[in-house]
């Protein structure tokens, strides 16, 4: 079991670099922290206890309290990260401005993904950390629990939904959004129009004009266009078979995943994972 924060710290930042096919042998339990993991190169596949992610180059990680994750290679090529430990002391007046469930809907989001401009921003701060962290003295905590916060809200300000930035869906349309962020974090369980609406309050009849109205799009489409792109990530990056994939992708069965993968793309699942993996 990897060790938790050192005694007497608040924070942990940990720049590391694997060689290919390197895999955790045993779960991480976050306990009494919170984790932020950033993937700078390569790809990696990480299991929570309901569901399992897929991290590219560029995207983000929220990892919340009182869970298990591990990482494990998808690929034989190396893969390089960040990883972030932080304690309630290093967030709590943020939490305070900005209310914990903000930072839950980081988490909630699985992976979260950055226009490029967004991932240099990300860089430059992570880059201070690393200095911060490596010269730490009396004055570090409190200057990297700025640059903590910053990265947060950074995180929640520019990051994409459906390749829409979020903070700007939210000011034209906060029904829309959480709805958005629903179907994206239960997409497992195929969500319907009428559960989604349920979840963000209002009628299924609004809901779906929302859609149309603002992403030019049924909900049902939207549905399926991000369970075809999800289905698409492991089938690149993942060894997953096509029955697991159906289920991870929200799919009834795998026969229906098939169809509808064909009608959407043009192509079978495999013959996608054919021409997309080098190995084929």
Not at 230 to 243: E, H, I, V
Request: hydrophobic content about 35%.
């Amino acid at each position: 079991m990897p060790l938790p924060l050192k005694p007497g710290y608040n924070f942990d930042y940990a720049h590391v670099c694997r060689p290919p096919y390197f895999e955790m042998t045993a779960a991480e339990a976050y306990t009494d922290f919170y984790g932020i993991f950033y993937m700078l190169s390569g790809e990696r596949l990480i299991y929570f206890p309901n569901s399992t992610v897929i991290v590219q180059a560029g995207e983000m990680v929220f990892i919340p309290k009182n869970l298990y994750r591990r990482t494990t290679y998808i690929s034989d090529a190396p893969y390089e990260r960040i990883l972030l430990k932080f304690t309630d002391d290093m967030v709590s007046e943020l939490f305070q401005t900005i209310g914990e469930e903000k930072y839950n809907e980081l988490c909630e989001e699985h992976v979260v993904r950055f226009p490029k401009r967004t991932q240099n921003k990300i860089l430059s701060i992570l880059k201070e950390m690393e200095r911060e962290w490596d010269s730490y003295d009396k004055y570090s905590e409190l200057i990297l629990k700025g640059l903590l916060n910053q990265l947060i809200i950074l995180c929640l300000n520019e990051r994409t939904v459906g390749g829409i930035n979020m903070l700007e869906l939210e000011r034209k349309n906060d029904y829309l959004a959480n709805a958005i962020k629903y179907v994206k974090a239960y997409l497992r369980e195929n969500p319907s129009l009428n559960e989604t609406a349920h979840q963000v309050n209002v009628s299924p009849s609004y809901l779906s004009k929302i859609f149309i109205s603002h992403l030019h799009t049924p909900f049902s489409s939207f549905l399926l266009n991000e369970k075809i792109a999800y289905a698409q990530r492991l089938l690149r990056g993942s060894k997953m078979n096509m029955t697991e994939i159906a289920i991870e992708a929200g799919f009834s069965s795998s026969s229906c995943f098939s169809d509808c993968f064909r009608r959407s793309t043009g192509l079978s699942p495999m013959q996608f994972r054919k021409e997309e993996t080098p190995d084929g």
